[in-house]
């Protein structure tokens, strides 16, 4: 509690003004990425290339065996069905965000969360 007083009065005697970060200051205050294009570029190819063969997998356990692949089917028990259907399901979700992320901050033109965060300051306002 006597941290907190003495917070409170050093927070009164103080009579600076809270600076508000415009997109333009906190781009002047990073130094620029040359690599951050072909980052986002890799980054968000390997989304989607991981998205797509989630989405194949799933699509391919799916799909009714035909009758020359019935022999060579395998068996799988309930858990290691379950753990197939995890797998799959883990992979689509977290290429998916990862794509989500990527994508936002490359229509944004920002390369690190203060930038997000000044862009949705000048954009949404302080709500």
């Given at each position: ?25 906190a ?13 986002k ?87």
């Amino acid at each position: 509690m006597i941290g907190g007083v003495g917070f409170e009065a050093k927070q009164q005697d103080s009579q600076q003004p809270v600076a508000v970060v415009t997109v333009e200051q906190a781009n002047k205050e990073q130094q620029p990425f040359k690599t951050s294009t072909a980052v986002k570029s890799v980054l968000g190819a390997a989304s989607l290339a991981s998205l797509l063969a989630g989405i194949r997998a799933a699509y391919k356990h799916t799909r009714q065996p035909e009758v020359a692949d019935l022999a060579k089917a395998q068996l799988v028990s309930g858990a290691g069905f379950a753990f197939k259907a995890l797998a799959v399901a883990t992979a689509i979700t977290v290429s998916g965000f990862s794509l989500i992320v990527v994508g936002v901050s490359a229509l944004l033109n920002v390369n690190t969360p203060k930038q997000f965060s000044a862009r949705m300051h000048d954009t949404f306002g302080g709500l």
